[in-house]
């Protein structure tokens, strides 16, 4: 079982947690139907890029 030799100061505990911060995620619009979505994903109705890559069903 390991064991620290010496005791880790609040100031250094604090300065290594320093990036544990959590941030929104990265949102894009998409061009075409205006719609949010997260980044380098497909928006909701099928478009990515500005293009159509998923068919609906009624299509």
């Known amino acids: 079982m390991a064991v620290q030799q010496n ?3 609040p100031s250094r505990r604090n300065m290594r ?3 544990d911060g959590l941030s929104n995620p990265a949102l894009a619009i998409e061009p ?8 380098h994903h497909v928006s909701p109705t099928g478009f990515y890029k500005g293009k159509k ?5 009624s299509e």
Do not use: A, F, P
């Open 32 to 39: 075409t139907t205006g719609e949010v979505h997260l980044r």
């Open 7 to 9: 005791k880790k100061s």
């Open 17 to 19: 947690r320093s990036h």
């Open 53 to 57: 890559v998923i068919k609906d069903k």
